[in-house]
Structure formats: C-alpha cells, structure tokens
C-alpha cells in the first residue's frame, strides 16, 4: 500500500503550542506503517497558514492523488489538512472520489452518516472558536494601536523595539546607514539595486543580519514610518495575497502610531518622486519597448500610459498609450510622431539646445546657500569659543544651563557642517556634468547627421536623454487631446493632437 503523509506547521503555531514538522513526520510515519503501508511519500507546508488552500505541499500531494498514485493519507488531525471546514470537507470528499483512504493520528474518522456528521460538527466547532480567538485578539490589538502603543512584533531598519516595555528607540548605527541611503538616492544617480550592491561591498547587513536586496531598499525607502508614524492595520489579511503583499485598505482605517523620526519629510518625498520615475520607466521593460514607454504619463491622475492594442471599425489594431486609472487614452500613431518632432526641433539647434542647459546648470542657488551656510558656521564657532573663554576665564560655571547651550551649539554645528558636505557634493556634480556638456552637444550633432536611420533604440535612447516626462489630457472633445512635454531643460512645450474622422493635424 502506498501512503502519503501531509504535515504542516506555520510560525505562530510553532510558537504557540510547540508543534513542529520533526514532531508530526514522526506520529504520522508511525501511523502509516501500523496501517500496512509499505511506502511513504511525506508533502509538507512549513510556515503556511491552513486558512487557504493555495498551499505548496498539499497542491502537490492533491496532484499525486488524481495522478493515483497514493492509496493512503495520514494527518495528524484534520487541523493540519485545512482551518475551515468547508476546506476540510472539500478535500475529504476529493479524496474519497480518486479511491483514497484518509486517517488522522489523533482522530478516529468513520466513513458513515454518523461519522461524516462528527466531523462536519467537530470541525465547526474548532472553526468556532478559532473565529472568536482572532476576533478578540484583533480587537485587542486595535485597542492597544489606537491607545498609541506597537500592538505586535516591531522590526523595523533603524530601530529597536522592546516587546517587554513596547518602547521603540532609533538605533544609531542602523540610522546613521538610513540617512546615508537616503542621501545617495536623492543626490546620486544611483538605483536601488546599486544601492544594494555598496551596502554589501561595505559589509554593512541588512536588520536580518543578511545580504541587501533591491527590494528590501526599496522597502526601505518606501517606508513612511522613518518620517515619524507607523501605521498599523493597513492591510487586508482577511483576503487573498496579491503577489508578496495583502492589499491595502483604505488610509481612514489606517492607525498612527509616533514613533521617532529618522528621515526629514522633504527628503522622503524626494525618494519618493524618484521611486515613481523609476517605477514608471521601468514599468512592463521585458514587454515590447515603444517611443514613450515609460514617459507617456495621464495628466488628470498622474498613472503611467502603458501601450494596449484596440480594434478600429473591426478591420484593424491600433496601438494606443491608455491610462488604468482613468480610461484616459491617446492614439500612439499621433502621440509619437509629436514628440519625436519636438525632440529633432532641439536637436536642429543643439547651440540652443546647450545654452539653454547651461542656463540651468548656471542657478547659483547653490552656491548662495553654501554661501549662508558657511556665514552660519562661522557664528556658531564664533559663539562657541566665547564660551569657552569664559569658562576658562572664569566668567560662567558649567551648570546645566550653560552645558545645555554648549550641547546646543555642538549640535547646530553638527548641522550645518553635514549640510555643508552636501552642498559642496552638489557643485562638484554638476561640475562633473558640466564637463559632460561638451559630450552631449557632439552627440546631438551626431544623431542630427542621420536622424531618418535611428532605430527603434536609439530613438527611445534619445527622447529619454531630453524628455522628462509626456502629459496627456482630455479634453471633453472626441478625438482630441492636449499634450505637455516636459523637457529635462525644465521647458515645457505644449500641442494638440485630433486624430477625428482620420486627420492627424496638431
């Protein structure tokens, strides 16, 4: 006889009630042989809740089942096989119907009317009162959130949470990494993969003491508790994952709890605009690439414009840049011709072309804050040392009062030196891009020579290089639409497009 036994475990459980794969393996394997089984065949799911039934090792022994080749399964009880009874009961009903015997170790199953009707009622029962232990445990924990305390399990990068006390504290080395993440993302160019890839170079671990990931920088970057709130019950457990994540609910029914902030506002929103471009010109790259993919944004809801093909009067596809918000949709027939003559009306002057990025790079607002900056810095240490002399002169006592001045003026120092750093980071890359110039002004001559036999490529490689972004608006007016080109210039150039009753005039 051939036996299948199903063991399964998740994290809480383990923890819970000390149930382990080692433990089940062992009584099920006994169980089986006691039955006659002359081979066994283990499935199991380590870490999988039994509320679903998308479950690696039970998809694979259902398989095996209609492939016929068990003729006994053993489960410790029918706990393990599925938390819902209409689950249970489905599976011991498939089960039956391939010809295949079903026992548990710790529950004594009769294939009768008075057996099927223990099993619905036992089965129930546990259903019952697992039910009323989750619903006290999240009302619970709901209570406790909305009272401004961590409800459950803190791990966090950057911070450190006793479960004893519930108090969150910044850890200094973890934080001073996550201000220096977030600087090289805002001011570099530089993603999260190659973010990654410093971090490891530098030896430094991730809060699991393991290798950085792109999505784990990513997490880390799209995480708004580093600008001084954590929410709790944002997700939707009670339904299907989609993908890594449960889906969000709405942000009134999202809790705020403070916790010390890490990263200032400004600077997260920085990341996060970046993380949107990133998102949007990397949106659907194994897909067939066309001119605007990535760039073609909707003007009403800021949602990227992948391409989608629809029917025209049944003879033919059109190819059309379509927003999944709002419905908002251009033809791409006329969208990218307008933005790849704007784009060869800038290479045709690449002297204006070049004097109108100089022009930008040219703002001496940098160097008027470093300016000011250093103004500040001098004061400071202008102060400090007046202090000191009339510490040492004997002037002032170093009580609390004159110590707390002294932390203050160390700190303001502290401040402006780091923003000093960063200012002068700044000039010296767009120095470095000032000397790229010269590169650009010759490639844009380059591409003018044979601009009719770019391909495909090269053309998108060269709307990239000087569009930003393309903003697509309604209009209320069929067929027509009003289209913004934002030049990496920080130009904006504005047309039409009507594509009614066949014409392409903009």
């Not at 169980?31 to 090792?57: I, N, Q, T």
């Not at 200032?264 to 790259?285: H, M, S, V």
Request: hydrophobic share 35%; charged share 35%.
């Amino acid at each position: 006889m051939r036996a299948a036994i199903y063991v399964r475990v998740s994290t809480e459980e383990q923890a819970l009630h000390g149930y382990s794969l080692a433990e089940q393996r062992e009584a099920c394997r006994k169980k089986a042989e006691e039955l006659g089984a002359e081979a066994v065949v283990e499935f199991a799911d380590e870490g999988h809740s039994g509320a679903v039934l998308e479950r690696p090792g039970l998809t694979a022994l259902r398989e095996a089942v209609a492939r016929g080749e068990v003729d006994l399964i053993v489960v410790r009880d029918p706990d393990r096989l599925s938390r819902k009874l209409a689950h249970q009961l489905l599976l011991t009903e498939e089960f039956e119907r391939a010809g295949v015997r079903l026992e548990f170790v710790e529950y004594e199953w009769r294939d009768t009317p008075e057996g099927r009707l223990f099993y619905s009622i036992r089965g129930a029962i546990a259903e019952y009162e697992r039910e009323k232990i989750r619903d006290r445990t999240v009302r619970g924990k709901l209570t406790k959130a909305k009272q401004g305390k961590i409800p459950h399990r803190f791990h966090v990068y950057g911070y450190d949470y006793d479960p004893e006390t519930g108090e969150v504290k910044i850890n200094e080395e973890e934080a001073r990494i996550l201000k220096q993440v977030f600087d090289w993302f805002v001011n570099e160019d530089i993603g999260t993969t190659g973010i990654a890839k410093r971090l490891n170079a530098l030896g430094v671990p991730s809060k699991n003491g393991g290798k950085w990931y792109q999505t784990v920088v990513a997490n880390v970057l799209s995480n708004p508790t580093y600008t001084g709130t954590w929410f709790f019950n944002r997700r939707d457990c009670s339904v299907p994952r989609r993908g890594r994540d449960y889906p969000l609910k709405p942000e009134e029914e999202w809790i705020p709890i403070p916790v010390p902030p890490i990263i200032d506002p400004e600077t997260f929103e920085q990341a996060q605009e970046k993380l949107k471009k990133i998102r949007r010109l990397y949106a659907g790259r194994n897909r067939p690439r066309h001119l605007l993919a990535g760039l073609a944004t909707c003007g009403h809801c800021g949602e990227p414009m992948p391409t989608s093909a629809v029917g025209v009067w049944g003879k033919y596809y059109a190819r059309t840049y379509a927003c999944r918000g709002c419905g908002n949709r251009v033809r791409a027939d006329r969208l990218e011709p307008l933005v790849w003559e704007v784009v060869t009306s800038l290479l045709r002057d690449p002297d204006a072309l070049m004097r109108e990025i100089r022009r930008e790079r040219e703002d001496p607002a940098l160097e008027q804050e470093l300016g000011r900056v250093e103004e500040a810095l001098e004061r400071v240490e202008k102060g400090r040392a007046a202090v000191l002399d009339a510490l040492s002169a004997g002037l002032l006592d170093l009580d609390e009062e004159v110590a707390a001045r002294l932390a203050e003026i160390k700190r303001r120092r502290e401040e402006l030196l780091q923003r000093k750093a960063a200012l002068e980071e700044a000039l010296r890359a767009r120095e470095k891009a000032e000397r790229k110039i010269d590169d650009l002004r010759r490639r844009a001559e380059e591409f003018l020579s044979r601009l009719d036999g770019l391909e495909d490529g090269e053309k998108r490689g060269l709307v990239r290089l000087l569009v930003e972004e393309v903003l697509v608006y309604r209009t209320g007016v069929p067929g027509h639409r009003t289209v913004t080109v934002c030049l990496r210039t920080g130009d904006r150039v504005f047309r039409e497009i009507f594509w009614e009753k066949g014409r392409g005039k903009r």
